[in-house]
C-alpha cells in the first residue's frame, strides 16, 4: 500500500491484524521518531510550511487571496498529516454523513453506520491536568477502547473562562454546547483534541502503525517514493493494476514490487490525484498534453478540491499572560519544556485552542438568493470561531510588542471548488495545486459575516476591561472593507479533501465506487480524505479516521 498517512496507517494497522495478509507499506518521507515537536502538543505549529517533514508545496496564485500564492504543506513523515496537523478532533455533523450516505446510495456512510467506527478508531482519556471535565464532554458518545488518545486540552487560562462566560452572556448567539461530536455542533464548547493523558501527540503513526509494526506480516520502507501504479493485465478493456514502480531519488534506479491481492493508495488528497495522472488514469486530453499514455480516462480525478479558508483576527489585549509571553522568553520556554518532559502537563501538553465555534447564516440571508447553500444540511456549519490565547497567523508574523487574542474564522461548508493536476510526466515534480480560497462570491460572503459573528463575540461583558483594540481593517463596519481584508489575509487550516471523489456504482462521475475501488478498474483502492465527495463541516482527521476503519472492514472482507 502506498502512503503512511492518517488512512493509510490505519489501513496497514487492520489489515496486518490478519495473519494471512501480506502488508507493504511504501511510505516517501522520514521516520517520525525522534521529532520532539511532532511529540510535544504545543509545537505542533512549528512542523509546517517549509520543514524536512512537509512537502513544502504552494498553491498557484490565487484569484479570492488577490493573486497570492500561499503555502500548502502536507505531511511527508510517518503518519503523515496527523504528524504535523495542530490535533482538533472533531467530526463534523450528522448531516455531513448522510450526505455521503445520499451521494453513494450506500447507507454505509450514513451517521448511524458510521458511528461505530467513530468510537472504534478513538479513546477518549482524562486531560493532562487531571481535572473533572464533567459538562465539558459527553462520554458516552466517545470510545474508551481505540487507539488514538482523544482529550480535552490541559491548560486552562483565564481566556478559557471569558469563552465560557460568554456563551452565558450571548447565549442566543453563542450557545454552549457539551460536546460537538455529537452530530450535532452547533454552538460553541470545549475543544477535544489528539493528544493522550501523558501529553503526547496522538497521531496515526503513534496509535495505529507503531505498535503493529511488531508483526512479521507488516513492513514498512521509508524514504522512498512511488511514481507510477502499473497495470499488469487487461481484460475487456478493464485495466488490473497489481504492480508499483518506485524510486528513491529521481535520478535512481526503478524497482518494481508486485501486489498479489490489491494496490491501496493512501497518497492523500494532493498525492493521490498526483499519482493517478502520473499512471495514466485521469482525464485523457490532459494526459496527452504530457505525453501521458491514457490507461483509464476518468475526468474527475484531480478535480473537485476543497479546502476551508483560514483567516486570524486580532485583538490587543490587557494580559501578559498570552502565547507571546512564552515567545519571547527563551528561559520561559525552557522551563515549560522541561516541565513536559518531565510529567506531561502544563501549556506544552496543549495544542493552543481550547474551545471552538460553529455557527450557520440565518436562513434568510440574501446570499441564499443566489446561491444554493453548499451545507451539508441543518445541522452542519457554515463558519468556524476559533479563540486563540494569542498571535496566531499563517499570514504575518507576531508583533514584537504587546499581548494579542485571536479568533480565528473558517469557513466550514465552502462553495468554491479547485483542483490538482500535473505540472509535468516527472513524478519528482510538483503538482499544480489550486485551492481555489475565495474564489466563490459566497465564500467572501460568508467570511465577512464570519468576521462580524468573531467582533460580536468579543463584545460580550466577560471581555470588558481584557480587550484594548481590534488591528487593522477589523475596525471598519464596512463589509467592503472586510472583504478586501478577507481577500489580503486569509490563508487556508489545510484541509483539502475531494480530488477523488467516492459516487455510487451507477454514476459515470467520480473516480472511487463506494467500496473505495476505482471506477472502471481492478485490482486499485483509494482509501484518504480524496474519496470524500464533500468537505465535513468540521477540521477532518477524526473523520477519515472512521472512513479508513471502515474501510479496512470492507477490504478485509473482500478477500476473506
Known amino acids: 500500500m502506498i502512503s503512511a498517512g492518517t488512512a493509510g496507517s490505519v489501513i496497514a494497522a487492520r489489515l496486518s491484524e490478519n495473519p494471512a495478509f501480506s502488508v507493504l507499506v511504501i511510505e516517501a ?7 520532539l515537536a511532532a511529540e510535544v502538543p504545543f509545537l505542533g505549529s512549528s512542523l509546517s510550511p517549509n520543514t524536512a517533514v512537509t512537502w513544502n508545496y504552494t ?5 479570492g487571496l ?5 503555502p500548502y504543506p502536507r505531511g511527508y513523515v510517518l503518519g503523515g498529516s496527523s504528524t504535523i496537523n495542530f490535533e482538533i478532533w472533531t467530526r463534523g455533523s450528522i448531516d455531513d454523513y448522510n450526505r455521503f450516505a445520499d451521494v453513494t446510495c450506500d447507507p454505509g456512510w450514513s451517521w448511524d453506520e458510521m458511528f461505530h467506527y467513530m468510537k472504534k478508531s478513538e479513546h477518549l482519556v482524562p486531560p493532562t491536568d487531571n481535572r473533572s471535565v464533567f459538562g465539558e464532554v459527553d462520554p458516552s458518545i466517545h470510545g474508551k477502547k481505540g487507539p488514538v488518545q482523544v482529550s480535552l486540552g490541559g491548560f486552562v487560562s483565564g481566556m478559557d473562562r471569558r469563552v465560557i462566560d460568554t456563551t452565558r452572556e450571548l447565549n442566543c448567539e453563542f450557545p454552549y454546547n457539551v460536546d460537538m461530536n455529537s452530530g ?10 489528539s493528544v493522550s493523558s501523558k501529553g503526547f501527540r496522538s497521531s496515526s503513526a503513534t496509535a495505529y502503525l507503531t505498535p503493529a509494526m511488531e508483526r512479521d506480516n507488516l513492513d514498512v520502507l521509508i ?11 487487461q481484460e475487456n478493456g478493464v485495466p488490473k493494476f497489481g504492480q508499483v514502480e518506485v524510486a528513491q531519488t529521481a535520478t535512481g534506479p526503478r524497482l518494481l514490487f508486485n501486489a498479489t491481492k490489491e494496490v491501496i493508495l493512501s497518497g492523500g488528497t494532493i498525492n493521490t490525484p498526483q499519482l493517478l495522472q502520473l499512471s495514466g488514469v485521469g482525464d485523457s486530453a490532459l494526459l496527452a498534453s504530457l505525453n501521458i499514455t491514457t490507461i483509464l480516462n476518468l475526468e474527475d480525478v484531480g478535480k473537485n478540491l476543497s479546502d476551508h479558508p483560514f483567516l486570524a483576527n486580532h485583538w490587543l489585549v490587557n494580559s501578559t499572560s498570552t502565547f507571546e509571553k512564552v515567545g519571547r522568553n527563551a528561559t520561559l520556554t525552557a522551563d515549560l519544556l522541561a516541565q513536559w518532559n518531565a510529567t506531561g502537563t502544563g501549556l506544552l501538553s496543549d495544542p493552543g485552542a481550547n474551545q471552538i465555534g460553529w455557527k450557520r447564516l440565518p436562513s434568510n440571508s440574501s446570499i441564499f438568493q443566489q446561491y444554493p447553500d453548499p451545507s ?18 499563517f499570514v504575518e508574523s507576531t508583533p514584537a510588542t504587546g499581548f494579542f487574542m485571536s479568533v480565528v474564522t473558517n469557513i466550514a461548508s465552502p462553495l468554491s471548488r479547485g483542483s490538482v493536476t500535473l505540472a509535468s510526466s516527472d513524478p519528482f515534480d510538483n503538482p499544480i495545486i489550486n485551492p481555489a480560497l475565495l474564489e466563490s462570491p459566497f465564500d467572501i460572503y460568508v467570511m465577512v459575516e464570519a468576521i ?4 460580536r463575540f468579543v463584545e460580550a461583558p466577560a471581555w470588558k476591561g481584557y480587550i484594548i483594540q481590534a488591528l487593522g481593517a477589523l475596525n471598519s463596519t464596512i463589509d467592503e472593507d472586510l472583504a478586501e481584508y478577507a481577500r489580503s489575509s486569509t490563508s487556508t487550516v489545510f484541509h483539502p479533501v475531494g480530488t477523488a471523489r467516492m459516487t455510487s456504482y451507477s454514476n459515470q462521475d467520480g473516480v472511487v465506487n463506494p467500496d473505495l475501488l476505482v471506477k472502471g478498474s481492478s485490482g486499485l483502492r483509494i482509501v484518504d480524505a480524496s474519496v470524500l465527495p464533500y468537505i465535513p463541516a468540521a477540521h477532518p482527521q477524526a473523520c477519515v479516521y472512521a472512513m479508513a476503519e471502515r474501510a479496512a472492514d470492507l477490504i478485509k472482507a473482500a478477500w476473506s
Do not use: D, M
Not at 518521507?29 to 521529532?35: A, K
Not at 498553491?59 to 484569484?63: L, W
Open 66 to 70: 488577490n493573486n497570492r500564492s500561499i
Open 184 to 193: 450535532y455542533p452547533l454552538g460553541l464548547g470545549w475543544a477535544q483534541n
Open 59 to 63: 498553491t498557484t496564485p490565487q484569484i
Open 29 to 35: 518521507g522520514s521516520s517520525n521518531q525522534n521529532i
Open 223 to 233: 524514504q522512498t517514493r512511488v511514481t507510477k501504479l502499473v497495470a499488469v493485465s
Open 376 to 393: 451539508a444540511g441543518p445541522a452542519s456549519a457554515h463558519y468556524e470561531l476559533l479563540p486563540v490565547n494569542g498571535f496566531v497567523s
Open 452 to 455: 462580524k459573528s468573531a467582533k
